[in-house]
């Protein structure tokens, strides 16, 4: 009787404390903080000045506007490389501009406006030091693809331009919305693995659409899908110009070993950068020196001259086809944004800074905002040209802000000179980007490290190449969906036992060293109890339980008198669980069998209080440990009567 | 120098293992097992005869079919009890069988048909001893509601009851196919609060609408809402028929006092069992000898002796209606399944026996689309008929079968004898029922233990009563998603400290005992790292850190020398956590922050050993337990330069 009271005051020692309530509001509170604001963003402000009213002001309007933060200790060395690194980008953004407007179905004028304005508005507002502001491969296939199919620009231009810039309009409002409502976790959503098949399924078919450009072929079919590409190719193979093929590989070969080399030796980095303009002065100069435009190499033609024109009346705010232009910007916004913001981290990795997703997307969506007025279309910070700036040295967001003076002095004086560039030069520019983007070392790192990962990216790849890019989209977005799904509905279990000379429990099937207790079954549970995964776990948890009664029936031990739930790793708790821990007790109330739980949080006590259920199950029953649960359990349970009298699992909830 | 040694081979004593690896089929097929076999629910057939196939088979051939269980060992005083219950029911499924078709805008006799066919059906296939099958009132206003859209029941009666058919079909198929797939799931993913809210406000409006019947509208509203209905009862105030007023009052309050009697003395079950039919037969023996019909009280009329006809041939399973059906089908085959499962699950309790959810919607869809074909429509297990039966003493789904021949032989004998039953009758009867549904003390429950619940529950309520069915149904199930989003998007982290006298590490803002230990920072993850947290749980470690730096210059304490990271719960990893734990090692690098690991289970070790993750930790960074982490690390770090360096949180996941 001693040893037993000793046990109990031991146990009452080291409660479980049940948290005293807080205000309503402050957990309210606390909870809109831990989800919105989980980097605390305004902490710079907060630090400034004890109630000092003018310094915080500052520090908020810093906060918005990067650039006055950089700006007040910007030195003439931070400036001089910049411009050489803006410089260096602007001529990749020329060719490149110009390339991924023909992509998208736009004039290629478009492509050189959307180097200008929003890299001026990423310059102020955009947290990133490194990211170079323009428009992006994927993001101008999908343009041509769904914005095509509502107006074919072949047919109507005019309308397809605006529909272009009400896309661009929505996806910047999109984004910039995101970003005030703090809903970066959105982005989130897509997994690493859906993106990557994804935008490798993309690059492949902008890569074979580039076969149209490649063979001098003036006619293509529409669809995306590889085996419409290919059928288009073989059927038409009396079309192809010789001329054409020959100078585009021969650039792409170019292309690919300057890449090449700029890879093995990032000093030469200029190389890399400087290729793309490189070959479209040599195609153009070829070109205008061999007439071969008459020669069946197709050349760009007339571009106009000067600044981006005003598009803002162009938009299609009411219109009935303001809803494809809705639907193309929000699914292109995110696209930008899952591109953008994860460029943006990467190098920000690399410098040893911190890039705020919230802001960043607010600047995105102000810069897609202001293009869609200034006849420009979706811009995000793509790869090449970040890394070419990047490598080039740039100090801070000033050198998108030369790049785009440099892109507006083209604008301005330059643009006749690309009257003689030829499209194949372009395709080979654009299929010599693309290749980098096809990540398949990423692919074998998935299968090694994670099936299931792997099954994702190969799914999205698969469907976009051989369904359409939505496809493929809605299967990586479908796929990771079911995958958070079932990750929330089949949480894991796991039978615990003691390890030797010490007073932990481990996983029994990790440690092959951990012994289970006689009459005790150690259960411990890995996630929150919910609604979505309430059920399961009472029937998990009673099939661990029928398969410890088997065991012990068939090896003749020691029946079994409680069941101790490890809670140290039920993070929250909502009433489906608290049922259901109610539920469990009447279980096995009725053969005989104690419940014990051990560690659990102060939430899960909270409302284990609340809703009585820490009253049914009895306060001399928590523990704060395993070992503690155990021990008292040995010496005060009775043996109990079996299971076989309960083969039962219930489920009262959602009773009417 | 010795004692380091020995702490060393201390910690190599209990190392964490890193799993061997298992064959790829066989983890895939344990995988699938605990996905979609959670309950193993052919243990049974598994337990029979070691090898023996005939056995197995009769063991499979039960499984699919509980009668040949129950009948086996069926007794003579078994089925006295199943007569006893099936004729109550009975008496309490015809009237609710016409009031629920009225309200469902089919023929009174189709309420008849589809108490005899589905409950046969779901006597040899279910395996709930006490759910009584019949039509639902959510399910048939849904009906109403959803399908009185494409074809007004009083303009084509016959295009309607055809629709009514093809979208019980589709219901059918529906919950087979999830049961045949084991989806079961799917059901789980309806929090229990939304259904609270949902079922209140269906069942508000259910009343809402009885008002037509209660005051002898002739016309009335087709919109659900509150508003509409209350604007239809007040601007035709001239036309309310005092007749009916007082005939539907007082027998309301009749059964609201019988069902209150047989609730306070659960021996007084067949009062509230057979007060329905008292009203009927009261009502229209009354009506008969006033001539009520001349009075404007209005009554059933002729109907159709006979059992169901075959409705087979009358399916739409090809018109420009099917989707309509479809959606109905859907819809309201998913609500059908979560109250009658939720309905067999509280009485097996009760009863001390397992229902198997998977087999219930494989009975629940053959029961549909076995009354799809005969002339009934949504059948499931509406919890008044299964709570009557319970007390009636049912002990086999043979009580289902007993009322099916009861509502048999009143089909081919007694259907004339309804004649003269009042509209307002029925009225009265769905009113009383569903007065029982509207769970006012769950909602106080929900408010008390969780607030976010109560917010779930009080938007379905509201959207139900203020905007539709629909509406109602899109806000529950948008908010249980967003909700589950946010768990996985949002996990807890916490900071331990050592409690005192003991090894153990506990939440400090739990424990107030737990002290911090100086120079190093315990952080705990509470969930699985996967990609919708990676980012998340990146950004708030940074945090915590630098939270633990502001503290220790505030309070001039050690610097910080070693994050410990507790990961005892974290469940599972993915491709984005490696990616994230990765990070966060190079980031603590840079200023001279050792990081280690605690407790990571097994799937932990086998993905960060494969991603190399734990070659740049160090093997012998990983510790079995945070006090042997936290030991180790305060005998072999250098003292961190401080985090001020350090202002950065990366990922460079998502790199394209």
């Known amino acids: 009787m001693v040893g037993q009271q000793q046990v109990v005051d031991a146990a009452a020692a080291a409660r479980v404390p049940v948290p005293p309530a807080k205000p309503l509001l402050r957990t309210i509170g606390g909870n809109l903080m831990e989800t919105f604001f989980p980097d605390d963003p305004f902490r710079a402000v907060g630090r400034e000045g004890g109630g000092r009213r ?60 959307s180097s200008f304005v929003p890299a001026l508005v990423y310059a102020a507002m955009g947290s990133s030091r490194e990211l170079a502001v323009g428009t992006m491969a994927v993001g101008s296939l999908l343009f041509a693809a769904m914005l095509g199919r509502e107006a074919p620009p072949g047919e109507k231009p ?26 970066g976790f959105v982005v989130d959503l897509l997994s690493h693995a859906a993106i990557v098949g994804f935008m490798g399924g993309a690059a492949t078919v902008v890569c074979l659409q580039q076969l149209k450009g490649m063979l001098g072929l003036r006619h293509f079919t529409t669809s995306t899908d590889v085996v419409a590409v290919v059928r288009s190719v073989v059927t038409q193979s ?6 054409s093929v020959v100078l585009g590989s021969g650039i792409l070969v170019f292309l690919l ?90 190098f920000a990795m690399l410098r040893n800074y911190n890039v705020d997703g919230n802001k960043e997307m607010i600047a995105f969506g102000l810069m897609n905002i202001a293009g869609s007025c200034t006849s420009c279309y ?38 006749p000179l690309f009257h003689y560039t030829p499209l194949v030069v372009l395709s080979a520019i654009i299929i010599s980007a693309m290749l980098g983007v096809i990540d398949y070392q990423a692919v074998g790192r998935l299968w090694k490290v994670d099936k299931i990962d792997f099954c994702v990216c190969v799914g999205a790849y698969l469907g976009v190449v051989f369904g359409s890019i939505e496809i493929g989209l809605a299967i990586a977005v479908g796929i990771s969906i079911v995958r958070i799904l079932l990750f929330v509905a089949r949480p894991k279990t ?19 060293m951990a012994q289970a207790v006689p009459g005790l079954l150690v259960v411990r549970i890995d996630s929150p109890i919910y609604f979505t995964n309430a059920g399961y776990l009472r029937e998990r948890i009673m ?33 489906s669980g608290t049922k259901m821990l109610e539920d469990l007790k009447k279980n096995l109330d009725r053969s005989s069998i104690q419940i014990a739980l051990a560690n659990p949080g102060s939430e899960i006590m909270r409302k284990l209080d609340k809703s009585n259920v820490l009253g049914l199950i009895g306060d001399e029953w928590i523990f704060l440990t395993v070992g503690e649960a155990c021990d008292y359990a040995q010496q005060n349970c009775k043996t109990g009567i079996g299971m076989d009298v309960v083969e039962c699992a219930v489920d009262p909830e959602n009773m009417v």
Request: one cysteine or more; hydrophobic letters at 50%.
């Open 54 to 113: 003018g310094r915080q002001a500052v520090a908020a309007l810093r906060y918005v506007f990067p650039f006055l933060e950089w700006l007040t200790s910007y030195s003439f060395a931070a400036l001089w490389a910049d411009v050489v690194a803006g410089v260096t980008v602007a001529s990749l953004a020329v060719p490149q501009g110009i390339s991924y407007a023909k992509l998208a179905d736009l004039p290629p004028i478009m492509g050189l406006y």
């Open 158 to 183: 005019e309308l397809y331009a605006a529909l272009a810039f009400t896309a661009t309009f929505f996806a910047g409002v999109f984004q910039a919305g995101l970003g005030v409502l703090r809903l």
């Open 238 to 243: 009396h079309q192809w110009r010789w001329q």
């Open 257 to 346: 070993i300057a890449r090449y080399i700029s890879k093995r030796k990032p000093e030469w980095f200029l190389l890399s950068a400087a290729a793309p303009l490189a070959s479209v002065i040599a195609g153009s100069v070829l070109v205008y020196l061999i007439h071969g435009e008459n020669h069946g190499i197709q050349v760009i033609g007339y571009l106009k001259k000067g600044i981006n024109p005003p598009s803002a009346g162009d938009l299609l705010l009411s219109s009935p086809h303001t809803m494809v232009a809705l639907k193309t910007g929000i699914i292109t916004g995110i696209i930008g944004l899952a591109e953008g913001i994860a460029v943006g981290r990467s």
């Open 378 to 415: 979706l811009t995000a910070g793509p790869f090449s040209r970040s890394a070419v700036n990047y490598n080039a040295g740039c100090k801070t967001p000033m050198s998108n802000a030369v790049m785009a003076v440099a892109v507006m002095l083209t604008l301005l004086f330059l643009t």
């Open 494 to 512: 796991m039978v615990l036992g003691k390890m030797p000379n010490s007073t932990n429990f481990r996983r029994m099937d990790q440690y092959t």
């Open 543 to 575: 099939r661990w339980i029928n398969y410890e009664e088997d065991r012990i029936k068939a090896e003749s031990l020691e029946s079994l008198k409680c069941v101790v739930l490890d809670m140290g790793a039920v993070a929250s708790i909502d009433t």
